[in-house]
């Protein structure tokens, strides 16, 4: 089988893509590993940035739609100190240019905006080669392939795409979060739906972070961090659900109750996601026909960015191949051109967030960041 443009990866930078291709009239493929669009769920919250994630919906003609999805009042932030301090409260008046929305709705906006077929579930790529000319030939797991003239890697942080233009493999950060959901929060666990208030919650000391986002549905989706080698992780038995609790919770003894119990009181079995990331000026020579977008290109600590970067990533790739319907290199270049410096500022200024959430002045040094970006002209 052969297909002009071939997308590796229904996420969001991958469906991006395809849409503002199809808006310019240029159609494509997607293969996705998943079986379904509903085979996991889909993530938490995403505060979609006026910079970057919000002008990638606008070229995708989708923007109306999208803010269908803001949940008002989720820009509201608070940094707490470990006794539930209260160090920094920031309600949302409506004016930030951060917007909040559920990760699976927004993906599902992006599915239904392509044409019936554009998705082709349940294909795990197993292999990836050069033809020559720039062509490339994908293997999937079931032993059928597909060729193409132009193949993008939006296929995550263990991309089966990136092999072909780059020898870059993702390495630990140092840092692993564990995720807890408590639901019906407001009736069920008021004390712990009072210190997260109406937004997002950070209560950190050094080496240790309580992340909490106030999804959809009255439900608290939290990110406990923790500072350790993965051998240290390793240890627990992360198949032991009410174990691997105990354990995670003793490292933040001496927190406020309110705090600790989005770990004890967990209505979900903890998870375990380690953080990888590629170098932070992560690059490769132009290949002809093969480019890579989102995690697959820059996959970096989560800063807030990730999302964002891999929805600008498609949209400006598809806008490029429509300026050069003829001549896809012209296109991948400008697409590369710009991408690389967006994508290494942005790992850049992520490194240094970690910093102010895992550093020795957590979490003071996080409170003052906030305060001068607050003040910032």
Not at 139 to 150: E, I, M, P, R, Y
Not at 160 to 184: H, I, Q, W
Not at 243 to 268: M, N, V
Not at 334 to 344: C, G, K, L, N, V
């Given at each position: 089988?052969?297909?002009?443009?071939?997308?590796?990866?229904?996420?969001?930078?991958?469906?991006?893509?395809?849409?503002?291709?199809?808006?310019?009239?240029?159609?494509?493929?997607?293969?996705?590993?998943?079986?379904?669009?509903?085979?996991?769920?889909?993530?938490?919250?995403?505060?979609?940035?006026?910079?970057?994630?919000?002008?990638?919906?606008?070229?995708?003609?989708?923007?109306?739609?999208?803010?269908?999805?803001?949940?008002?009042?989720?820009?509201?932030?608070?940094?707490?100190?470990?006794?539930?301090?209260?160090?920094?409260d920031k309600a949302d008046d409506g004016t930030g240019g951060r917007p909040e929305v559920q990760r699976g709705e927004l993906r599902?906006?992006?599915?239904?905006?392509?044409?019936?077929?554009?998705?082709?579930?349940?294909?795990?790529?197993?292999?990836?080669?050069?033809?020559?000319?720039?062509?490339?030939?994908?293997?999937?797991?079931?032993?059928?392939?597909?060729?193409?003239?132009?193949?993008?890697?939006?296929?995550?942080?263990?991309?089966?795409?990136?092999?072909?233009?780059?020898?870059?493999?993702?390495?630990?950060?140092?840092?692993?979060?564990?995720?807890?959901?408590?639901?019906?929060?407001?009736?069920?666990?008021?004390?712990?739906?009072?210190?997260?208030?109406?937004?997002s919650m950070m209560a950190l000391t050094p080496g240790r972070e309580i992340f909490a986002h106030r999804e959809r549905g009255d439900?608290?989706?939290?990110?406990?961090?923790?500072?350790?080698?993965?051998?240290?992780?390793?240890?627990?038995?992360?198949?032991?659900?009410?174990?691997?609790?105990?354990?995670?919770?003793?490292?933040?003894?001496?927190?406020?109750?309110?705090?600790?119990?989005?770990?004890?009181?967990?209505?979900?079995a903890p998870i375990l996601r380690p953080l990888y990331a590629l170098p932070v000026e992560h690059r490769w020579d132009r290949v002809?026909?093969?480019?890579?977008?989102?995690?697959?290109?820059?996959?970096?600590?989560?800063?807030?960015?990730?999302?964002?970067?891999?929805?600008?990533?498609?949209?400006?790739?598809?806008?490029?191949?429509?300026?050069?319907?003829?001549?896809?290199?012209?296109?991948?270049?400008?697409?590369?051109?710009?991408?690389?410096?967006?994508?290494?500022?942005?790992?850049?200024?992520?490194?240094?967030?970690?910093?102010?959430?895992?550093?020795?002045?957590?979490?003071?040094?996080?409170?003052?960041?906030?305060?001068?970006?607050?003040?910032?002209?």
């Amino acid at each position: 089988m052969t297909t002009d443009v071939t997308i590796i990866g229904a996420g969001l930078g991958g469906l991006t893509l395809a849409r503002v291709l199809h808006v310019h009239g240029i159609p494509a493929t997607v293969y996705e590993a998943e079986a379904s669009p509903t085979a996991r769920a889909q993530g938490g919250m995403l505060d979609i940035h006026d910079y970057n994630g919000q002008p990638a919906l606008e070229a995708a003609g989708l923007i109306d739609e999208f803010r269908s999805l803001i949940l008002e009042g989720r820009q509201a932030i608070r940094i707490l100190d470990r006794d539930g301090t209260v160090l920094f409260d920031k309600a949302d008046d409506g004016t930030g240019g951060r917007p909040e929305v559920q990760r699976g709705e927004l993906r599902q906006i992006l599915l239904d905006s392509l044409p019936a077929g554009t998705v082709r579930w349940d294909h795990k790529v197993s292999d990836a080669r050069t033809l020559g000319e720039g062509r490339h030939e994908v293997t999937f797991a079931d032993g059928s392939t597909v060729v193409t003239s132009l193949l993008v890697g939006a296929d995550g942080a263990w991309s089966r795409v990136r092999p072909l233009l780059s020898t870059a493999v993702p390495e630990y950060t140092g840092k692993s979060v564990v995720e807890t959901y408590l639901f019906d929060a407001d009736t069920r666990h008021p004390a712990v739906a009072k210190a997260v208030g109406g937004g997002s919650m950070m209560a950190l000391t050094p080496g240790r972070e309580i992340f909490a986002h106030r999804e959809r549905g009255d439900t608290l989706h939290a990110y406990v961090g923790l500072a350790e080698p993965q051998d240290w992780f390793a240890a627990i038995d992360f198949t032991d659900a009410a174990a691997a609790t105990t354990r995670i919770a003793r490292e933040f003894d001496g927190w406020a109750p309110e705090l600790t119990a989005l770990i004890t009181d967990s209505e979900s079995a903890p998870i375990l996601r380690p953080l990888y990331a590629l170098p932070v000026e992560h690059r490769w020579d132009r290949v002809p026909g093969v480019t890579l977008l989102g995690d697959a290109a820059h996959l970096s600590a989560p800063n807030g960015e990730g999302a964002n970067l891999a929805m600008l990533d498609g949209a400006q790739l598809g806008k490029a191949i429509a300026a050069h319907p003829d001549d896809l290199e012209a296109a991948l270049t400008e697409y590369e051109q710009a991408m690389f410096p967006r994508s290494t500022e942005a790992a850049t200024e992520g490194t240094h967030l970690h910093e102010s959430l895992l550093g020795d002045d957590a979490p003071h040094s996080l409170v003052t960041a906030f305060i001068e970006g607050d003040q910032a002209p």
